[in-house]
C-alpha cells in the first residue's frame, strides 16, 4: 500500500479560491471560460476534493490504479465553505500512473449527505499529462451528493449532464 505524499499545493489559500470564485463570475456574465480555466489550471492538482457543506468534512480516499495498484491512500480534512482563511479544496498531485480505468473509494468520516457517506466509483483517464478529477462533496446535484467528474480544465469539471 503506498501512502501518497501531499503537494506543496495541496490546500489552496483563501486567496486563490476567492480568486477562482471572482473569476467564475466574471467569466459566467461574460460567457467565456478562458480566464476561469486559465486560474483553475495553476491551482488544481490530478485529484481534488471540493467541500461544498457548510461544515469541515474529514474522511479517507483510497485509489487504486488501473492494475488494481493502489496509488492513493489518505485520510483528508476539508474545511467548510464558510472557514475563515482557507480553502474548500485540498489536491493531490502525482496520482495517474498510467491511462486507463481506476477506481476511487471515499467514505466520509461522521458526515451523511442525502442518506449517503462514501462514493465507489470508477473512471476513466485517457491523459495523465492533461485530465484532472474533481470530487464534489455536498454537490448541488441531488441525485449525486458526492459527485465525480472528470476533466481537462476547471469548466470541464463544472459542467453537469445538462447539455448547453
Same mark, same amino acid.
Given at each position: 500500500? &503506498?501512502?501518497?505524499? $501531499?503537494?506543496?499545493? %495541496?490546500?489552496?489559500? $483563501? $486567496?486563490?479560491?476567492? @480568486? *477562482?470564485?471572482?473569476?467564475? @463570475? ?9 480566464? !476561469? ?13 471540493? &467541500?461544498?457543506? &457548510? ?35 485540498? @489536491? ?8 486507463? #480505468?481506476?477506481?476511487? %473509494?471515499?467514505? !466520509? ?9 462514501? !462514493?465507489?466509483? $470508477?473512471?476513466s ?5 492533461? #485530465?484532472?478529477? @474533481? ?5 448541488? #446535484?441531488?441525485?449525486?451528493? *458526492?459527485?465525480?467528474?472528470?476533466g ?5 469539471l463544472?459542467?453537469? &449532464? #445538462?447539455t448547453?
Amino acid at each position: 500500500m &503506498n501512502q501518497h505524499i $501531499r503537494s506543496p499545493f %495541496d490546500s489552496v489559500t $483563501r $486567496r486563490q479560491a476567492l @480568486a *477562482i470564485g471572482a473569476s467564475a @463570475a466574471v467569466a459566467s456574465t461574460a460567457g467565456c471560460s478562458t480566464v !476561469l480555466d486559465a486560474v483553475g489550471n495553476r491551482i488544481f492538482e490530478q485529484l481534488n476534493l471540493f &467541500n461544498q457543506l &457548510n461544515q469541515e468534512v474529514s474522511g479517507t480516499i483510497e485509489v487504486a490504479d488501473p492494475d488494481g495498484e493502489t496509488v492513493l491512500d489518505t485520510s483528508f480534512d476539508v474545511p467548510s465553505t464558510e472557514s475563515d482563511g482557507e480553502s474548500n479544496i485540498v @489536491a493531490y498531485a502525482d496520482v495517474w500512473t498510467t491511462t486507463g #480505468e481506476y477506481h476511487v %473509494d471515499l467514505e !466520509l468520516a461522521d458526515t451523511v449527505i442525502a442518506g449517503t457517506s462514501g !462514493l465507489s466509483q $470508477r473512471f476513466s483517464i485517457t491523459s495523465i499529462e492533461e #485530465e484532472i478529477v @474533481a470530487i464534489s462533496i455536498g454537490s448541488s #446535484e441531488e441525485t449525486e451528493p *458526492i459527485a465525480l467528474r472528470v476533466g481537462e480544465s476547471f469548466s470541464d469539471l463544472a459542467q453537469t &449532464n #445538462e447539455t448547453s
